[in-house]
């Protein structure tokens, strides 16, 4: 490969390592053209899988300054750059790995920081992106729900405490509102009147 051809390729991997979510170093002796594509197009939207040299990737690494990969660019390599969802090309990466033994998982890096193939397993146990974000308007969805129905169901018991408040300070005169023990008494459905003033008035 003449200098310009290796310089460009260095350049287009060193902006990519930049620009990319996470990144996982694989070895992919043994896989064939097509299982190469299928690889490609189930991680497609979230991951783009590149043939890489094992020279030129440690070049681009270094000027991206990114360490802890040069130890394992060996063999025929190839790195998944992350530029979508980081749990879904994981997943991708894993499940194609658990039925293509051939695809090893080497190395990976997450916004600069090493991954090992137990981590990058382990981001593949998370739930997506998709799947939070759709708990999430679940559960916004039930809390508004909730709210509603808090707003509502107590209008009739708030108008019949507000009524019995106001009949009490009728009943006690101008200056007298409502205390601490009579608001329990009327929240929870009792006689207004303490005990002391039932008796009196009997």
Same mark, same amino acid.
């Given at each position: 490969? /003449?200098?310009?051809?290796?310089? /460009? ?6 902006? /990519? ?6 990144? %996982? ?5 043994? !896989? ?17 899988? %590149?043939? %890489?040299?094992?020279? =030129? ?7 991206? *300054? ?6 394992? !660019? $060996?063999?025929?390599?190839?790195? +998944? ?27 990976? !890096?997450?916004? *600069? ?9 382990? =981001? ?6 998709? %799947? =939070? ?12 729900? $909730?709210?509603?129905?808090?707003? +509502? +169901?107590?209008?009739?018991?708030? /108008? ?10 009728? $009943?006690? *005169?101008?200056?007298? *509102? ?25």
């Amino acid at each position: 490969m /003449a200098t310009p051809e290796k310089a /460009a390729a260095i350049a287009e991997l060193t902006e /990519a390592f930049r620009t990319s979510e996470a990144a %996982v170093l694989t070895e992919y002796r043994g !896989l064939t053209v097509a299982q190469i594509s299928r690889l490609r197009a189930s991680m497609r939207g979230h991951a783009s899988y %590149v043939v %890489v040299k094992n020279t =030129l990737t440690k070049r681009a690494a270094a000027e991206a *300054g990114i360490t802890g990969l040069d130890e394992h !660019l $060996q063999g025929p390599s190839a790195i +998944a750059f992350v530029t979508g969802d980081t749990v879904e090309a994981a997943k991708g990466l894993r499940d194609f790995a658990k039925t293509h033994p051939a695809l090893v998982i080497k190395a990976g !890096l997450l916004e *600069g920081k090493a991954l090992t193939p137990q981590d990058i397993s382990k =981001l593949a146990d998370l739930e997506s992106r998709e %799947v =939070l974000l759709a708990k999430l308007a679940g559960a916004m969805n039930a809390s508004l729900s $909730q709210a509603a129905s808090l707003f +509502a +169901a107590p209008l009739s018991q708030t /108008a019949r405490v507000v009524e019995a408040l106001r009949a009490k300070v009728e $009943q006690e *005169g101008p200056d007298a *509102g409502p205390t601490a023990s009579s608001t329990e008494d009327v929240a929870e459905g009792g006689d207004s009147t303490t005990g002391s003033e039932s008796s009196e008035q009997a």
